[in-house]
């Protein structure tokens, strides 16, 4: 992630350094000390490339039935994690299901991230009224009851995956656009940016050059931790019916069905939740050891 | 400090409406109106018989002159009328909130207790053993979900109890859901009973706050202790005690009040997963069941309830802050 970042830093910090190291690489070294967060990345690679790789490395065909084998338990019948009510096998629903769990919450963390600093932009550089209206309105949103909400809506408009990320993402936006706003008016006063305007550099170009690329660690930490938020709002609004819906496995929609065989075959509901805990609890892992990495208070 | 108050209480008024057309819009954005779910069941009405209840119910009025009615009955405390529970909303949400306080109390009070402690011993021995557990700890808490914990707290507990092959944990065997056993006689044991109730579900509640008060705790305690004046107040002998208690643990309880309150209101807004897995009938289940019933009055009525409720909190947290700490000028 640092790595590919390197490419929006600004060279200015640069500068200063002897060992010609810029931001990124300091943040990216710092990281790599970090064993949680390195072990938090390492899982969420791993769970990236089993849900892109689904189809060639689950056992079985996604909509495959074993119907001499339902409820089979762990390990037997040639099932490694069981078989479901239908007889799909558990391990291929886990990995399809995680496909459609890590796109609904990298897309949704991607759309409230960016939705957040748009808002945080225009209310931070243009300050005043414009301001004054964005805010109240981040304070109205955040004052809703906002699972409650979403529980509603999903249920108005549900079902699909567009509409549940457009959902999520809606209302997801506001702590992100107080922070970018907080980093905004930080830097709009500081000397490089009276600079840039002293330079005739439009407003476009100052804060895309010279003032988002510095409220950048911020923004990525809050879009990590992000991540992990919606996937974990995504299953609840599925465990609740009013989500992904099947046929459409999701980590959520999967404990549902599971909910009713918890008596006969607890195994079905311990996978899917299981998954869902895995991955939020590296990506919280993971954005932990960002912020710190990320933060410039820390030198070494 | 009255001005003060008098003040956020305007400053409530824009915020207050805003959340209204919010919760109108909900209403309104709802798939059919009352009036086409009345009588989506029945075939036989007739096209003019929609159009007079829709008229006899003002939905053919414009947006805004339904919202400015909407807006003063609500303030008058009528909340609408459920169309599956056959009830005012008011009346259901009467003789729920009381369960709900059951549980939410327990929860809180559960969270508290733990992460306070918890939380200042982590910052006291900071990178000790202990320090590292609750780290972890508040790691999983926030990360778990709180449905499939709750499924799993349920399976351990009430379905399979392996402990239970011992003779002296045979009694370790709680109730799957719901609220009390019926027939238990009143008096103590109804609140033994309920107690029994509450085991499961208040602590799949409190979970969540309780990771997030340990790392508010932690955190706010490390930034004090780190201060000059706790350095004088060690510099001028005073036993360790003394230096914790007084000069340090007070000034770090100060963020936490402010997170605390503004998190009383998200426990109850928290509470409709809990309350659905465990079959508790409060204000959040409630909110579940009217959603995926379709009782979208109802439904909007609890967020509204809900909303006004992180209202009143947001206040309180602002007035604490200020009244505890005496640098924030509220003047």
Not at chain 1, 228 to 256: D, H, K, R
Not at chain 2, 214 to 219: D, E, I, M
Not at chain 2, 244 to 258: C, E, F, M, W
Request: glycine share 8%; aromatic share 12%; proline share 6%.
């Amino acid at each position: 992630m640092a790595r590919n970042a390197v490419s929006l830093a600004p060279p200015a910090p640069a500068a200063g350094l002897p060992a010609g190291e810029g931001y990124w690489q300091i943040a990216w070294r710092r990281l790599r000390r970090h064993r949680l967060a390195m072990g938090g990345l390492a899982v969420i690679v791993v769970l990236i490339a089993s849900a892109v790789f689904a189809p060639w490395i689950a056992p079985y065909g996604f909509e495959q039935i074993d119907l001499l084998n339902r409820f089979a338990p762990p390990f037997r019948a040639g099932h490694l994690l069981g078989t479901d009510d239908l007889g799909h096998d558990v391990l291929t629903r886990l990995l399809f299901a995680g496909r459609v769990s890590l796109l609904v919450g990298f897309a949704a963390a991607f759309s409230a991230v960016a939705l957040g600093t748009l808002v945080g932009i225009i209310a931070g550089f243009y300050g005043g009224l414009v301001d004054n209206v964005l805010m109240r309105f981040t304070d109205i949103v955040l004052t809703l009851p906002v699972f409650g909400v979403l529980l509603l809506l999903g249920r108005y408009f549900g079902g699909g995956l567009i509409a549940i990320i457009i959902i999520i993402g809606l209302f997801g936006w506001t702590v992100t656009s107080r922070l970018v706003r907080g980093e905004i008016l930080k830097l709009k006063h500081l000397d490089y940016s009276d600079a840039a305007r002293a330079l005739g550099a439009s407003e476009t170009r100052i804060i895309f050059r010279h003032l988002l690329p510095n409220a950048m660690a911020p923004i990525i930490v809050a879009a990590t931790l992000d991540v992990g938020g919606a996937i974990l709002t995504e299953a609840a609004l599925s465990y609740f019916g009013v989500g992904i819906q099947p046929p459409t496995p999701s980590w959520g929609n999967m404990l549902q069905n599971a909910q009713s065989y918890m008596w006969t075959s607890p195994w079905l509901a311990f996978w899917p939740g299981a998954m869902i805990f895995l991955t939020v609890l590296c990506f919280n892992f993971f954005g932990d050891g960002l912020r710190d990495a990320l933060d410039p208070r820390l030198k070494q | 400090m009255q001005r003060y108050i008098f003040r956020r209480l305007l400053q409530m008024i824009p915020i207050a409406l805003g959340i209204s057309v919010l919760m109108f819009a909900l209403l309104t954005l709802a798939p059919g109106d009352p009036v086409d779910l009345l009588i989506a069941s029945d075939p036989r009405v007739k096209p003019q018989d929609v159009a007079r209840l829709k008229r006899l119910y003002g939905l053919d009025q414009p947006l805004h002159v339904r919202y400015v009615k909407w807006l003063g009955r609500t303030l008058q405390g009528d909340l609408g009328f459920s169309r599956t529970y056959k009830e005012p909303v008011t009346h259901l949400l009467r003789d729920r909130i009381g369960n709900s306080l059951w549980l939410t109390v327990t929860a809180f009070c559960l969270a508290v207790i733990v992460a306070v402690p918890v939380g200042i011993y982590s910052a006291l021995r900071q990178y000790s053993l202990l320090d590292y557990v609750a780290t972890t700890f508040t790691f999983f808490g926030v990360s778990i979900p709180v449905f499939w914990f709750g499924i799993m707290m349920i399976y351990l507990f009430a379905v399979w109890h392996p402990w239970t092959a011992i003779p002296a944990l045979s009694w370790l065997v709680l109730p799957p859901g719901g609220i009390s056993t019926p027939g238990v006689p009143g008096g103590l044991p109804f609140y033994l009973d309920r107690l029994r109730y509450m085991i499961l579900p208040s602590i799949v509640l409190a979970l969540l706050s309780m990771a997030t008060y340990t790392r508010y705790t932690r955190s706010s305690m490390l930034e004090v202790i780190r201060q000059d004046y706790v350095r004088t107040a060690r510099a001028k002998g005073l036993a360790e005690r003394v230096v914790i208690n007084k000069h340090a643990l007070r000034n770090a309880l100060i963020p936490l009040v402010t997170i605390i309150a503004l998190s009383i209101s998200g426990l109850f807004a928290g509470a409709p997963i809990t309350e659905t897995v465990f079959a508790w009938p409060g204000v959040g289940r409630l909110l579940v069941d009217s959603v995926i019933g379709g009782d979208f009055v109802a439904a909007q009525a609890v967020l509204m309830f809900l909303a006004v409720l992180v209202l009143i909190f947001n206040l309180v947290a602002d007035v604490g802050y200020a009244l505890l700490d005496p640098r924030i000028r509220y003047d």
